[in-house]
Nanobody, 118 residues
Framework: QVQLVESGGGLVQPGGSLRLSCATS????????MSWYRQAPGKERELVAS????????NYADSVKGRFTISRDNAKNTVYLEMSSLKPEDTAVYYC???????????WGKGTQVTVSS
């Protein structure tokens, strides 16, 4: 059974930091591109960042460049999102996604809430 479980969200003050984790199981993690998305209330889900199987970082959203860093640990089947200098506009539910490189297969987690507020 495929599982993607996000954790690490919470309430943080503006300027603060959080580290999100997405622990996975049930598929060959090292062969999938991993991504983080977010969805704020009333808005469409947007891509935050992606990382290839080999750890090459791709596709940072302009709004998070220089503040967020995606990484992965293939030995632990986990992808991370380090977030710093957080702003109220970063408030959203953050989701991780696994994408197969040779077929149209995607797996999603259920999300973790990040709230940036004083």
């Amino acid at each position: 059974q495929v599982q993607l479980v996000e954790s690490g969200g919470g309430l943080v003050q503006p300027g603060g930091s959080l580290r999100l984790s997405c622990a996975t199981s049930g598929f060959t993690f090292s062969t999938y591109i991993m991504s983080w998305y977010r969805q704020a209330p009333g808005k469409e889900r947007e891509l935050v960042a992606s990382i290839t199987r080999a750890g090459v970082r791709l596709n940072y959203a302009d709004s998070v460049k220089g503040r967020f860093t995606i990484s992965r640990d293939n030995a632990k089947n986990t992808v991370y999102l380090e977030m710093s200098s957080l702003k109220p506009e970063d408030t959203a539910v953050y989701y991780c996604k696994a994408s197969a490189t040779v077929a149209s297969i995607e797996y999603w987690g259920k999300g973790t809430q990040v709230t940036v507020s004083s």
